[in-house]
C-alpha cells in the first residue's frame, strides 16, 4: 500500500511541532509545549492509556470523507465515495463512514463480518479481491451485499453457480488493468498488463471477461473497476487510465450492445507524509476524475455512467498518530543514535515494507526545535525493526512521548503479533474527549486461538 518517500536531510532541521501541523490532523495544536488533537492533551491521553497507541481523529476523518462526497458530486450527482476499508477498519470508523453518507470496500470475509457487524448497509459495499473463496462468496450472497468486482474467469462461474442455486441476480464489476501504472509524480503506460488483479485490456482478455459475465446466470453486469495505485500525486496518471477505459467503454457498447453503467476508477490519491509533500487535494481529485469521465463520454457519444471512487489512504492517514514511549537512547558515536520505543514493526511495517518516511516529534517538547537526527527503533527481534530512518527529533529522553505523524492509514490495519506483541488500542479523539474504538490487546487475547 505505498511507494518509498523522500528521504530527510541528516541535519537537524530544528522545526517545532508549529511546522508540521499540514501533516497531523486537522485538529492539532500546540499548546503550553504539548501537542493536542481533537483538544485533547495527547502526554495526558498517554498517561490514562498508555502507549503504544494509536490516536484518531474524527473531525479530520468525517471532513475528507465529506469532502470526497462534495467535490465529486459537484461535476455529477451520481457518484458513490467507497471508502478502501484495508486502509483503517474498526467498527467505530464503519460507523462514521456509514454516517457521513459513504460505501464501503471490503476485500475479505473478515472485513465483510465487520460491516455486518457494524450495522453497515449493505446495499452500499463493494466486495474485492482477488481469490475471493466458495465460503466468502456465499457469504457475499447471504449479506446481500451491493456489488461484487469479479476478479478470474473462475470466480465468476462460481459467484454464478452460487446465485443460481439461491435463486438472487447479483450485480457484478469487472475489474480491468487499464495498462497505466502511476508511481508517486508520473505514469508509466506498462503494455504489458502484470498484475495479480484483473483483466488485462491488450490482450482481449478484459472483453472475454465481459462477454462471459453478461452470458453467466445469475450475474449482471453492472460495470468496470480500475485501480491504478496508490500515493499517487500526479493527476495527470488519472486523467490517462479514464482515456483508455473510456474508449474501452465505446468498445463493451460495440461488441454486445451493453452500455456500462457504473465505472469505479478506485482509489490512489497521495497524502503528505514529510512536510515538503504537497499532494493533490481532493477538489482537484474530484475535478479530474469527474470531469474527466464527463469529457470521456461526450467525445466518444456514450450515456455518462454512475461513478465510483475508492479512497482509503487520503480519508485515514493524516487523521492519525502512533505515540509511544521513550525507552531507551542509544548513541553509537560518530555513526547514529538509536531512539527505541514500546512498539515497531508489528504496528508500523511500512517502514521495512516500503521504505516509507515519517514525521517525528517529542509530544511533551513540542514547541522545541528538532535538534537531533536518530532512528526510531522498534523492540522486536529484528535489526530491521525501524519505525523511522534518519528522525527528526527534539532531544530524546527516557519516558518522553515520541508522536510518528500520519500513521493512521495501513499501519493498523497491517499489524501483527510478532514477538507475541500485543498490538496498540485505538482511541478516537472529538471535541475534547477521548474514548476506546479498539481496546489494547492483552497476553490472554494472544492465547484465545490456541487449543493445545
Ligand atoms: C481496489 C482498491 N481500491 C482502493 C484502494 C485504496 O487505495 P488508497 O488507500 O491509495 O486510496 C486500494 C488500495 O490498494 C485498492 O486495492
Known amino acids: 500500500m505505498g511507494t518509498a518517500q523522500r528521504r530527510p536531510p541528516a541535519a537537524p532541521d530544528h522545526k517545532t511541532g508549529h511546522d508540521l501541523l ?11 509545549g504539548r501537542l493536542w488533537i481533537g483538544g485533547v492533551d495527547t502526554v495526558e491521553l498517554v498517561r490514562e492509556a498508555g502507549t503504544a497507541l494509536f490516536v484518531m481523529d474524527e ?3 468525517r471532513h475528507r470523507l465529506a469532502e470526497y462526497i462534495k467535490w465529486t458530486r459537484f461535476h455529477w450527482p451520481e457518484v458513490d465515495v467507497v471508502y ?5 477498519m474498526s467498527l467505530a470508523m464503519l460507523r462514521i463512514v456509514a454516517d457521513e453518507g459513504c460505501c464501503l470496500d471490503v476485500s475479505s470475509g473478515g472485513e465483510l463480518a465487520y460491516a455486518l457487524r457494524a450495522g453497515f448497509p449493505m446495499e452500499r459495499v463493494y466486495v474485492h479481491g482477488n481469490n475471493k473463496t466458495e465460503t466468502e462468496l456465499l457469504e457475499c450472497l447471504e449479506a446481500g451485499v ?17 446465485a443460481v442455486a439461491r435463486g438472487v441476480t447479483q450485480a457484478v464489476l469487472v475489474r480491468v488493468t487499464p495498462g497505466v501504472a502511476a508511481d508517486t509524480h508520473d505514469f508509466i503506460m506498462t503494455g504489458a498488463e502484470d498484475s495479480k488483479f484483473g483483466f488485462g485490456l491488450n490482450e482481449g482478455l478484459a472483453m472475454e471477461a465481459i462477454k462471459r459475465v453478461i452470458a453467466l446466470p445469475g450475474l449482471e453486469f453492472e460495470g468496470l473497476h480500475m485501480h491504478i495505485g496508490s500515493q499517487i500525486f500526479a493527476l495527470h496518471s488519472f486523467a490517462k487510465a479514464i482515456e483508455v477505459i473510456v474508449e474501452f467503454m465505446c468498445e463493451i457498447h460495440k461488441e454486445t450492445g451493453v452500455a456500462v453503467g457504473l465505472l469505479d476508477v478506485g482509489g490512489g490519491l497521495g497524502v503528505a507524509y514529510g512536510v515538503p509533500d504537497e499532494p493533490s487535494t481532493i477538489e482537484q481529485f474530484g475535478k479530474v476524475i469527474v470531469d474527466g469521465i464527463k469529457e ?4 466518444h457519444g456514450i450515456d455518462t455512467p454512475r461513478m465510483a471512487v475508492e479512497p482509503g489512504r487520503s480519508i485515514v492517514a493524516n487523521a492519525g498518530v502512533t505515540l509511544y514511549t521513550v525507552g531507551s537512547v542509544k ?11 514500546d512498539g515497531g514493526m508489528s504496528d508500523n511495517i511500512r517502514t521495512s515494507l516500503y521504505g ?4 517525528t516529534l517529542i509530544a511533551n517538547k513540542a514547541d522545541q526545535p528538532r535538534e537531533m537526527v536518530g532512528s526510531v527503533a522498534g523492540k522486536h527481534c529484528e535489526s530491521g525493526d525501524i519505525v523511522v530512518n534518519d528522525a527528526q527529533l527534539q532531544c530524546p529522553a527516557v519516558g518522553d512521548v515520541l508522536c510518528v505523524c500520519a500513521t493512521g492509514a495501513y499501519c493498523q490495519s497491517m499489524s501483527s503479533n510478532y514477538n507475541k506483541q500485543v498490538r496498540p488500542g485505538v482511541v478516537f479523539v472529538a471535541d475534547g474527549q477521548w474514548r476506546w474504538a479498539v481496546r489494547r490487546e492483552t497476553y490472554d487475547d494472544l492465547m484465545r486461538t490456541d487449543v493445545g
Open 146 to 162: 451491493g456489488r461484487i468486482v469479479v476478479d478470474n474467469f473462475e470466480e465468476m462461474e462460481r459467484l454464478s453457480a452460487l
Open 59 to 61: 473531525a479530520t476523518i
Open 22 to 32: 499540514a501533516v497531523l490532523p486537522d485538529t492539532a495544536e500546540i499548546r503550553d
Open 356 to 359: 516509507a518516511h515519517y514525521e
Open 296 to 299: 470521456e463520454c461526450e467525445r
Open 84 to 88: 478502501a476499508g484495508k486502509a483503517f
Open 331 to 341: 548513541e553509537i558515536p560518530g555513526i547514529r543514535t538509536y531512539v527505541a520505543v
